[in-house]
């Protein structure tokens, strides 16, 4: 009984060897096919190997000397916090081999502007969140992947006292989803794009019809001649944190064009979290005519635009009875609670 029983143990750890070995000589092989190497020359970090780019460890003296950035061909990631706070870096270069960028991989540098290859589909949380970045480039059908869950969906979020956030380029066709993980000043949409354009920093559908999203840090908003359908999810829009909102748009002063017939709600409405505030706006310039008693009051409801003031502007659109406003056609323009002309 005992010799059987040292024998099924012996062939048991045979096996278990067996397995290890494999494993070991696998592990081996991999590594030695992703190796990825690095050097500092005369505040150059070249980065060269073919595969994944593994964390790379500088240490803070040496960060400093960083003042450009090269990643050769053959790199197919650019790992977490590779480049972060590298205060004096000021160019990168990124080659088309590049599959991935992971967070806060360029957060905190000196880089004005930067152009990410169409070959990224990945890209993670704050990648390029940097109070010197003035202009980002970069794909607009990639997917956001983070390691860190908590910090919701932004690649680049908001520096304290950053009046100056970055314009965002899309150079390939654009998901929608992703001009909400920024906090940026302006869009330019891809002229390839089949279904979006962009107008004054703001994305339209392509016949420019309808204006679907602002940048979050646009102050002011003048929607173009031309422009019927102004859907309220272009403002309601923004960044979402681990729970809901974390940055909403900015916009204080709207100007609706005489070619401005109906105001949607909720078409365009962002997949990844709940809409979020009314922007606070101070002042509201509407030359449109054409706007039936619904639009007027998802205007005075959901943008809490007060229905007085809608009423100076369209006196012959609205009219007061009764403590209420209403629109020629009878729709009372009810006010959102606590706000419109309560306030």
């Not at 794909?139 to 992947?145: E, L, N, Q, V």
């Not at 380029?169 to 000043?185: D, G, M």
């Not at 709940?274 to 449109?288: E, L, M, Q, V, Y």
Request: glycine share 6%; net charge positive; charged share 30%.
């Amino acid at each position: 009984m005992y010799r059987k029983l040292r024998e099924k143990l012996v062939v048991v750890m045979f096996l278990l060897f067996a397995v290890c070995m494999v494993c070991s000589v696998d592990s081996q092989a991999a590594k030695k096919k992703s190796k990825v190497t690095w050097k500092i020359k005369k505040g150059t970090l070249t980065v060269y190997g073919k595969g994944k780019m593994p964390l790379i460890l500088i240490k803070k003296k040496e960060m400093r000397k960083v003042k450009k950035v090269v990643i050769k061909k053959g790199i197919t990631t650019i790992s977490r916090s590779a480049f972060e706070d590298m205060k004096n870096l000021k160019t990168a270069k990124i080659p088309s081999t590049v599959k991935s960028i992971g967070d806060k991989s360029f957060a905190g540098t000196a880089i004005k502007k930067l152009k990410v290859p169409s070959s990224v589909k990945k890209i993670g949380g704050h990648a390029f969140t940097s109070s010197r970045l003035r202009k980002l480039i970069l794909p607009g059908d990639f997917k956001y992947k983070t390691e860190y869950p908590d910090w919701g969906r932004v690649v680049v979020g908001e520096i304290l006292g950053n009046n100056n956030p970055p314009i965002v380029q899309f150079s390939t066709k654009l998901n929608l989803e992703n001009a909400s993980l920024f906090v940026a000043k302006g869009y330019v949409v891809s002229k390839k794009d089949s279904k979006y354009c962009s107008v004054d920093g703001c994305i339209y559908t392509k016949d420019r019809k309808s204006l679907i999203r602002v940048p979050l840090r646009k102050k002011k908003l003048v929607i173009a001649e031309g422009c019927t359908e102004f859907c309220l999810q272009s403002v309601f829009h923004g960044l979402a944190d681990g729970s809901d909102l974390a940055e909403s748009c900015n916009v204080s002063e709207i100007e609706i064009p005489a070619s401005v017939k109906t105001i949607e709600s909720k078409k365009y409405r962002q997949k990844y979290r709940n809409s979020g505030p009314a922007p606070d706006i101070k002042k509201i310039t509407i030359r449109t005519k054409q706007l039936d008693g619904r639009s007027l009051a998802v205007l005075a409801y959901d943008l809490e635009v007060d229905a007085k003031k809608l009423m100076e502007q369209l006196p012959e659109q609205i009219y007061y009875r009764d403590g209420k406003y209403y629109s020629k056609d009878g729709v009372w323009i009810k006010p959102y609670p606590n706000k419109g002309y309560y306030k």
